[in-house]
């Protein structure tokens, strides 16, 4: 046998491997859609800041596979996120439900965002205050600040 | 003073947080079958496939689901454990063989002893997705209502046993 042919088998092969894969709803591109965006709110527990739309773990493509029979039987996606939910948890939804013991999770970064503004307009208006009360300057004065400033003058004040 | 108490305080905080966070185990969730009627499932019996097992046929006493595979490493760590604890005769405990070949569970209970007084065959790991399994091996406490007690995630340690395990179905038994 020659390498062309060999080659040539392990490309035949390739769509093969693929093919038990894609099999399942191969057939039926809207509720294989339906299913990517469905498994894209899933968490996948293995390997957990993926979802299992983006996961290969044995577990993601279980629960893909559930996903999809459940969307064929026709439950809504909500029923979906339930059954899920009541087994595995909370945590298997990728983005967390907004209730009591999350606001800090949601609203922190706002919170902080508000914190970090009140600091920034006390410091301004503290400025703004120092800057009031700093000693303005007689005509005489300017001239000898912008004289030092320049340079021309080098002997302090007496 | 201010300037640099406030920078330092603020960093102590951090430490504290990530500190903590360096503790807990993320492989850790907390399952929301506690305290829950165990999921049902009725599959064929690993050694005798023409007879079924399911948690209803349990229902009176305290058990233990230990979910298992020939194929996982852990569990075959945890296995000599299982075996130690059945001898005690303190709790019978039930197998789930997750995703496994018949043959190859088969085998490693032959080589390294059975613990369990029947095992559930779960080819498709469906009855696993009804249980939230997601890494095994994992063992449930199931009380005399047929009610999920406990989940231990991971292999059962010595420790575990005698710290959480053995106390846990004492009290189990009294109620």
């Not at chain 1, 469905?38 to 773990?57: K, M, P």
């Not at chain 1, 809504?76 to 339930?82: M, Y």
């Not at chain 1, 087994?87 to 970064?109: A, C, D, H, I, N």
Request: aromatic content about 8%; charged content about 20%.
């Amino acid at each position: 046998m020659n390498n062309k042919f060999i080659l040539t088998l392990l490309f035949l092969w390739m769509p093969l491997a693929q093919a038990d894969v894609a099999a399942t709803t191969r057939d039926d591109p809207a509720l294989e859609k339906r299913a990517m965006a469905l498994s894209g709110h899933l968490r996948c527990l293995v390997c957990q800041n993926q979802t299992i739309a983006d996961s290969n773990a044995e577990l993601a493509v279980d629960l893909k596979n559930q996903v999809r029979d459940k969307l064929r039987q026709g439950q809504s996606e909500q029923e979906i996120l339930d059954y899920m939910v009541n087994r595995y948890g909370e945590f298997v939804l990728f983005s967390p439900l907004v209730k009591s013991t999350t606001w800090l999770l949601w609203f922190g970064p706002l919170l902080l965002f508000v914190v970090g503004l009140y600091v920034l307009a006390v410091n301004l208006r503290q400025r703004r205050r120092l800057m009031q009360q700093a000693p303005t300057l007689n005509k005489e004065e300017h001239a000898r600040a912008a004289a030092l400033l320049s340079g021309k003058e080098t002997k302090g004040h007496p | 003073m201010n300037r640099f108490l406030l920078p330092l305080g603020a960093f102590v905080a951090l430490v504290i947080f990530l500190w903590i966070g360096l503790t807990l185990n993320p492989r850790e969730i907390p399952s929301p079958l506690i305290n829950k009627t165990a999921p049902a499932f009725r599959l064929p019996q690993l050694h005798e496939s023409n007879k079924t097992i399911s948690p209803e046929d349990l229902r009176g006493k305290v058990w233990l689901l230990n979910i298992w595979a020939s194929w996982c490493v852990t569990c075959r760590q945890e296995h000599p454990l299982l075996v130690e604890l059945s001898r005690k005769n303190f709790v019978p405990i039930y197998g789930l063989n997750y995703k496994d070949r018949r043959e190859d569970g088969l085998a490693l209970l032959k080589g390294s002893g059975n613990p369990y007084v029947m095992s559930a065959y779960d080819r498709e790991g469906s009855a696993g997705i009804d249980w939230g399994v997601y890494g095994v091996p994992e063992t449930f406490v199931i009380d005399k209502a047929g009610l999920v007690r406990h989940k231990f995630i991971g292999a059962l340690t010595p420790k575990l046993i005698d710290d959480v395990l053995t106390p846990l179905v004492k009290r189990l038994n009294d109620e």
